[in-house]
């Protein structure tokens, strides 16, 4: 009897369920599931070696699971192989191709592979090497690109099929600032013509930029809530370091100087503030600085902007000093291995 298919949302284009690996002793992914809806971007976030790499290679079918089953738009990648492999776009951490294929000749040979016409795969190639600025370079050796030039083939390569399914390993690493802002765009592109899109990076900055939502992996085994702290940073400048630091420690509130503004902070003890308010505190510095308040939530962040101002306390700019993913990642237990 066939085994019963998994039950997605009725949008969901991939859904993996209990899925681990192990190398030897190394457990690697440890029972995760995960499920990646149509039309929407997923970042997947997890220090060195907490298996992102392994579970994306199981999730294109290129590394059997020990236990668990991934299904694309209700294929089974372990059974269905090329039918379901026809659906997925894999683009690995590191790139590896013909060296001595032109990039024209890369994609074509894929498109080729997963049995395009000979028309459509010149047309495909074609856009694909125009979508990731390869045209100067299209009939060069694949061997001659620069590191992120062979990303930039590495992600054509991966949408030369037009894939339901994408799934990138840190495609950002070793792009140029252009490169990766144009990347942020062809994966939010894909995500508004359905495609439904997995993206591993550690930048986090950037991935928040992009995403719809989040998988994180801690020591290979998933999460989709991460806990997030009851207390979050904020970044506050200010014109005046030493009037700040004099009113902090009026009201009370713990605050941290950013040595040259996002550098190494030191922490200022409030009640080493103590003391009549004044405009000349001898701890703080004169002139603009940079601190860091740990702030429950927007509405203390607000009435912290309400009563500095009140109090004459000139703010320059106020704002979450870390994005929501970067918080969600900080507030895991972030081992390495
Ligand atoms: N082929 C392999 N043989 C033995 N161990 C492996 C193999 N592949 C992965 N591992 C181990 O499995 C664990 C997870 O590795 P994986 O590459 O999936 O991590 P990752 O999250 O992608 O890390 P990174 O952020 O550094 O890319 C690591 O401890 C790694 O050493
Ligand atoms: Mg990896």
Known sequence: MAAAALAPADSAALVAEHLSRSFGPVRAVVDASISLEAGSVTALVGPNGSGKTTLLLMLTGLLAPDAGRVEVRGLDVATSGAAARRLIGWMPDVFGTWE????REVLETFAAAYRLPPAVAKERATTLLATVHLVDLADAPSRVLSRGQKQRLGLARALVHSPAVVLLDEPA?????RSRIELRGIVRDLAEAGVAVLVSSHELAELEEMVDAAVFLQRGVSSFAPPTAALQPWRVHVLDGAAFLAWSAA???????????????SAVDPAACAGPAGPTHPTG????????????GELQAAQLVRDAVT???????????????????????????
């Open 100 to 103: 001595t294929l032109t990039c």
């Open 173 to 177: 690493a070793g792009l140029d600032p």
């Open 251 to 265: 009201v009370g509130l713990g605050v941290t100087q950013e040595a040259g503004g996002a550098g190494a902070a």
């Open 285 to 296: 510095p004169a002139g603009p600085a940079t601190f860091l308040v740990s702030l429950t």
């Open 311 to 337: 109090a004459g306390v000139a703010l320059t700019r106020f704002g979450p000093a870390y994005g929501r993913l970067e918080q969600a990642y900080l507030a895991m237990d972030t081992d390495r291995r």
